[in-house]
């Protein structure tokens, strides 16, 4: 009886849980699928990520641990990890005296560090991944050798006279021993930034053919004599040739020499073969190998994928099987036609230009089945996502795209406006292989966009612009590791490349609540499906000087917008949404309010609804219910403000005086732009300072309990986070520059105001240029800047630095003592605004 209880008992717990276990997948499956609560909470694959940049040997464990915890906090869900050179300036260069030589990249110690990376993430539950080698292009190493790496045809041509037996030695082709690669590099061996020279260029070479021609003008394929077979291995040709005069080509292949960039001196090595089925396997097998050994555990639970990112290895002319290849998909012999690479044409006009047509489809051909292919194939494989950037090389974007697992494309910062680089066929691409993830490196940004005076409200309609444009989750370009103590900050740079989006950043903290305006955006742009705009889908008429851009998601009975101001101005537009019969609500993804839209008119199928903007601010206009009110209601959709007091005259202010800001608070007798101040500790000040004040109210302002009051904090460089009265009213970081006042929280007398205000590092930076150096610098090779030459002596010695007035510490300068500061503080007004 016992045994039969205990048997039941045993049932019936197994049946309940079964039951709450479905009952939970049940609920999931309704929360992934309710846009409400992706918007409220949102889960954690629709949050970003980032490009993390590990600076040749300057990388430490206690800084990889820090700048996870930092990532996690801030609100980030994965890495996406880059092992470069010390510096790029843009090309790979060297800081001297590294406190931390032994770290090479893909060596030991390096994997040590990377496994370190994978510990910690798992720990915090977050996915990483790596590049595909040292570097950031495209895909190789030391391990590649030169017949494994990208081939270029090369020729010798030799003059004979015919009529007799010819025993004749050909030249072996010869080329220029400098690497044919777009970008040159910093050669320690020469100390020149150069093409260096590649050893294998002179050592390495295959015979193709030997063909012979008449001497002048156009041939035709009856002309092309091949005498590929009577030359001997070691380029002895006899030939009885015909009478008179002929030019002699030997062709053959060698490696162009193309190194991978911007990596370590020590981990830089060659350009696999694209085009070469053994060359990429060699190659990804290779990486994999390493993964397993030292990652084996995380594969598949922490480590997800393997990153190769936008193209710029140059354009090979051969591989060793392209001969076959060319025949077999193009349905004719190549050979004759070599000669055009020695500038001689063959046949027709339209003969040259169609073999031409011919010889770059069959490049684009094998790139998309031996490189994308094999890439994705192996990957898949081995259970590791395939991430790439799939463009800018000899292919066709569209068909290496359904290759990739996840699709990535970029857009930069070029004067402070969204420019999507080679966006556009890559993300129609997305949209014919019905991929719904379309990540971006985002903010990439020059140093006139990007010298350490971006911030959140300047980055705010970029993106936005992006989200339009039909990106959904943002990898941010760039966030390097910070292997030092905080004492030095900024820190470590990228050289001369944006954005700097680091844990060092001076906004770091508060810029949390830029994230989860991210997170909130995500959430909801990965919702669904992608709309694609038809002629009537959105339509918009400004009153103003605004531009207002949009995309539109869509499932079931429900259409979610997302409408963007992405001037930098503010105005007012009449919005016509392609929905009837449906309650327009809007959702603002930075404060997270929800509201009913009761005035807007329907006409000609369309929803109108007039909706003003401030500078820079975006909506979801969402339509999930059915329309039960009638139209034209009197609710007003946006409250008027009226001014009920301004918080006027002196302020106490503080500064931090670590970071060279007065001691003691300072009296501000007005709010006034920080740079206009007398004191150098004000002048150059970069950091928080933190304002405070007492003031009363009328008692008209306390007395009416259903007023809905509002903190304005007017004018404001860069972000700010406000307290009343003790109660947090968060993070403010873009327009409307406004905090909701709770219900009874304003007194008539003695409410106490504080606000911390943050600006950007670039004035403390031109600050430290008023005193004398202590550092030595080297002329960046592009543009402006300067990069460190090599870690100083107080800086290894960790003792106190000898420039007593200086107070930053970074790899890359972009300041003289002359640079223009940037307006920071607290200007306001400040006020208290009521919602009419």
């Not at 085009?275 to 990486?287: C, G, P, Q, R, T």
């Not at 004035?763 to 030595?776: A, H, K, M, T, V």
Request: charged content about 25%.
């Amino acid at each position: 009886m016992r045994s039969n209880f205990l048997l039941l008992l045993c049932f019936c717990v197994v049946v309940c849980m079964s039951k709450a276990q479905s009952v939970n997948k049940q609920q999931a499956r309704k929360e992934s699928d309710d846009p409400e609560f992706l918007f409220l909470h949102p889960p954690e694959y629709v949050k970003p990520g980032v490009l993390w940049m590990w600076m040749g040997s300057n990388i430490s464990k206690g800084g990889i641990t820090k700048d996870l915890e930092a990532l996690h906090e801030e609100g980030f869900s994965s890495t996406t990890m880059l092992s470069l050179a010390d510096v790029v300036t843009p090309w790979a260069n060297e800081i001297r005296n590294s406190p931390t030589p032994q770290y090479i990249s893909w060596t030991e110690p390096w994997w040590e560090l990377v496994k370190h990376a994978a510990k910690e993430s798992k720990r915090l539950g977050m996915d990483f991944g790596i590049f595909n080698g040292p570097s950031y292009e495209t895909s190789g190493g030391p391990w590649i050798t030169p017949d494994l790496s990208m081939q270029e045809i090369c020729w010798s041509s030799d003059t004979v006279h015919g009529g007799a037996i010819i025993t004749e030695q050909l030249p072996r082709p010869k080329v220029d021993p400098h690497a044919n690669e777009p970008f040159p590099l910093y050669n320690p061996n020469t100390g020149l930034v150069e093409k260096p020279e590649i050893e294998a260029r002179r050592t390495y070479y295959k015979d193709i053919a030997v063909l012979a021609i008449p001497p002048d003008g156009p041939v035709s394929k009856n002309d092309i004599i091949d005498l590929t077979n009577k030359m001997s291995a070691d380029g002895k040709l006899t030939w009885e040739a015909p009478a008179g005069t002929w030019v002699v080509y030997r062709f053959g292949h060698t490696t162009t020499g193309a190194l991978i960039q911007p990596a370590q001196w020590k981990a830089t090595g060659l350009e696999c073969d694209k085009m070469s089925l053994e060359a990429v396997s060699f190659h990804i097998d290779y990486v994999l190998n390493e993964i397993k050994k030292h990652l084996g555990e995380y594969v598949g639970n922490t480590f997800s994928h393997i990153y190769f990112d936008s193209y710029e290895a140059g354009w090979p002319s051969w591989t060793p099987k392209f001969k076959e290849e060319f025949s077999r998909r193009r349905g004719y012999d190549i050979t004759p036609w070599l000669v055009m690479f020695a500038d001689r044409r063959v046949g027709s006009i339209a003969d040259s230009i169609q073999f031409g047509k011919d010889f770059d489809t069959t490049v684009a051909d094998l790139y998309r089945d031996m490189y994308f292919k094999t890439i994705s194939e192996k990957l898949k494989a081995a259970h590791i996502a395939f991430l790439s950037e799939p463009y800018g090389g000899p292919w066709k974007v569209s068909e290496v795209v359904p290759y990739v697992h996840r699709v990535m494309i970029e857009f930069w910062t070029h004067a402070g406006k969204y420019d999507p680089y080679l966006a556009d066929e890559t993300l129609a691409a997305i949209r014919k292989s019905d991929q719904n993830l379309v990540q971006s490196e985002a903010f990439t940004g020059q140093p006139v966009d990007s010298k350490w005076d971006e911030n959140p409200e300047w980055m705010k309609p970029i993106g936005d612009a992006a989200y339009c444009a039909g990106v959904n989750r943002f990898v941010i370009h760039r966030f390097v590791e910070q292997p030092w103590n905080d004492r030095y900050k900024p820190g470590a740079t990228m050289g001369r490349w944006g954005t700097h989006f680091d844990r060092t950043q001076t906004w770091w903290k508060p810029a949390k609540a830029m994230v989860r305006y991210w997170q909130r955006c995500q959430a909801l742009l990965q919702w669904g499906v992608f709309a694609a705009a038809g002629e009537k889908d959105f339509s918009v008429v400004t009153t103003d000087s605004i531009k207002v851009k949009f995309t539109h998601r869509h499932k079931d009975k429900i259409d979610i917008y997302f409408i963007a101001n992405t001037a930098r101005e503010s105005g007012s537009a009449i919005c016509s949404f392609n929905v009837t019969g449906m309650q327009p609500e809007i959702w603002d993804p930075v404060s997270a309010s929800m509201r009913v839209l009761h005035q807007f008119e329907e006409k000609d199928r369309e929803t109108i609804v007039t909706i003003p903007f401030e500078k820079a601010q975006s909506y979801f206009v969402v339509f999930r219910k059915k329309r039960t009110d009638g139209l034209n209601n009197h609710e007003k959709n946006f409250a008027a403000l009226k001014r009920v007091a301004e918080i006027s005259g002196s302020w106490k202010v503080k500064f931090d005086s670590v970071w060279g800001g007065p001691v003691n608070s300072i009296d501000f007798d007005t709010l006034e732009d920080w740079t206009k101040n007398s004191n150098p500790g004000i002048r150059y000040y970069s950091g928080t300072a933190i304002y405070q004040k007492n003031f009363d109210l009328p008692s008209s302002v306390i007395d009416d309990k259903k007023a809905k009051l509002v903190l304005d904090l007017g004018e404001v460089k860069h972000i700010a986070h406000a307290y009343l009265n003790g109660k947090d009213l968060g993070v403010i970081w873009t327009s409307p520059w406004r905090a909701q006042i709770p219900a009874s929280l304003l007194k008539s007398k003695s409410n106490h105001l504080r606000i911390e205000v943050t600006n950007v590092w670039a004035n403390r930076l031109i600050g430290d240029e008023q005193e004398p150096p202590d550092c030595e610098w080297l002329p960046g090779h592009l543009d402006s800047g300067r990069f460190l030459k090599e870690f100083p002596d107080w800086f290894l010695k960790k003792q106190p630095r000898p420039s007593k007035g200086r107070y930053c510490f970074t790899t890359w300068n972009y300041f003289t003592k002359d640079s223009p500061l940037i307006p920071s503080g607290l200007m306001g007004p400040v006020r208290i605004m009521r919602e009419e």
